[in-house]
């Protein structure tokens, strides 16, 4: 039903700004100029009104996901031992920090949350299934920044970067939690147009012809990243 609210819309504009370069093309005639030009330049600046920023989201967009997306890793996994000897074999996903507990929460069928407080001010969220096993250990900046526990050593984050013309970057990192040095990271774009029966806060949140989700590149890069994730919270190498 709103697809079709946006379509009487836009059927709606068209007919009104062809009405408006019409009225523009007479006029021009009547005082003896070229009611042509006048017509076509007042249909394309009406035009221009509302879609003026999507062909330059398009190219900004397509060289964007051309050239800066994919998986990308700065060090690898047998680099990183070499440089932390008997460390890896130290790591696991479940071995929090004990001596930094500071309350458990009980959930449905005795699901468990526990809470950490690092002496950084950062605060470990850990949650366990009803069967007492580890899932997720989420980490809460004192900035607010959210980040996921990997293992004592790593954790995974998301930073947003804004570019022009709606255009919005994530990169999903593994860093390295001792010496802050990134692993490996995931770069993806999309536009920040939300779906369309979402709704917005100002006009331009409602251009659902220039929305992007992902540049689907290389799917084989998201599954690089979500691999390596993997092989450093379970430890399956």
Known sequence: ???????????LYL????????????????????????GVA?????????FWD?????????????????????????????????VWDTLGADKLPEEYLVKVKYGEKNSE???????????????YNIVGKHSTTRMVRYDGKQRYWLNQRFFWETVWTKHLFHVREWEERIVDLKTGEV???????GTNIPPIGIGGNSLSDYKFWMQKKSCKKDMRSKGSFAALMKVLKRKET
């Not at 039903?1 to 059927?11: D, P, S, T, V």
């Not at 007919?15 to 007479?26: H, V």
């Open 1 to 11: 039903m709103l697809a079709i609210a946006f379509l009487f819309f836009f059927l």
């Open 15 to 38: 007919a009104i700004i062809a009405g408006l370069a019409l009225w523009a093309a007479k006029q021009a005639s009547k005082r003896g100029y070229s009611g042509k030009k006048w």
């Open 42 to 50: 007042v249909f394309l600046l009406m035009l221009g009104l509302l």
């Open 54 to 86: 999507w062909l330059p989201m398009e190219v900004l967009y397509s060289y964007k996901c051309a050239n800066h997306a994919g998986f990308f890793q700065d060090k690898t996994l047998d680099e990183w031992k070499a440089e932390n000897p008997g």
């Open 113 to 127: 949350r526990r809470f950490y407080k690092l002496p950084d001010g950062t605060e470990l969220i850990a949650n």
């Open 183 to 189: 692993l490996a990271r995931y770069v993806d774009f």
